[in-house]
């Protein structure tokens, strides 16, 4: 496609339960980033994959996140035995390279834990 | 310190306004430097790069000035869909990261 694709748009869990979200980057770009952003907070950095190198987990806020990407491709961030303070916009975006250009965002999932 | 900050706002201005936002950032290493717009519930996009010899886009200029170590975003003639967050955004030297600022929100008024 044309643009960063993120799947699902909304969700809403139980506490307690485990959630999967999707990023399908822009054909071609070899780097990806998942953010997340807390209602009238600021952008905060997660994980970084580029290429075929081991991604950047510094900001994985706790090892009840991970995420994989497939094939250089298509990106699944995983959060596990979700909390409360775990709802948040989670953004996806990618770049050619080291995004000396910016980043393309996707528009996000929207997760929301009851 | 924080890394990236930015004046939360609001700034609201009248139609045809000129308005300006800076931003500073704490580590004279970095090296990139952008501005993004932000809509309510949207994601960001990529307004402009921000170059060391400054750079317009339209009725946008940013302007980069290391030894203060800020960025700044001018609007000239403010129009009603001006209004956003404007987020402020600088590399993480030696990685791959980038910092973003929590944004000034402008609000532009008939």
């Known amino acids: 496609g044309a643009g960063v694709s993120q799947s699902p748009s909304n969700k809403v869990t139980e506490k307690g339960k485990d959630v999967e979200l999707r990023c399908d980057p822009i054909s071609g770009h070899t780097a990806l980033y998942w953010y997340r952003q807390s209602l009238g907070q600021g952008l905060e950095f997660l994980i970084y994959f580029q290429g075929n190198s081991a991604p950047d987990k510094s900001g994985l806020p706790s090892d009840r996140f991970s995420a994989e990407r497939t094939g250089g491709s298509v990106s699944t961030l995983t959060i596990q035995r979700t909390q409360q303070e775990d709802s948040a916009v989670y953004l996806c975006?990618?770049?050619?390279?080291?995004?000396?250009?910016?980043?393309?965002f996707g528009s996000g999932t929207r997760l929301t834990v009851v | 310190r924080k890394e990236v900050e930015q004046d939360p706002g609001p700034f609201n201005v009248p139609e045809g306004a000129t308005v300006a936002f800076n931003c500073t950032y704490s580590n004279s290493a970095s090296q990139s430097f952008f501005w993004y717009r932000q809509d309510c519930r949207k994601e960001p996009k990529l307004l402009m790069s921000?170059?060391?010899s400054g750079n317009e886009d339209g009725r946008f200029t940013a302007q980069l000035n290391r030894a203060s170590q800020y960025i700044s975003l001018l609007i000239r003639d403010s129009k009603l869909s001006d209004s956003a967050t404007y987020l402020c955004v600088v590399n993480d030297p030696g990685t791959y990261k980038y910092i973003f600022g929590t944004g000034t929100r402008l609000k532009v008024l008939a």
């Open positions: 921000v170059y060391s």
């Open positions: 975006a990618s770049s050619l390279g080291s995004a000396s250009y910016g980043y393309t």
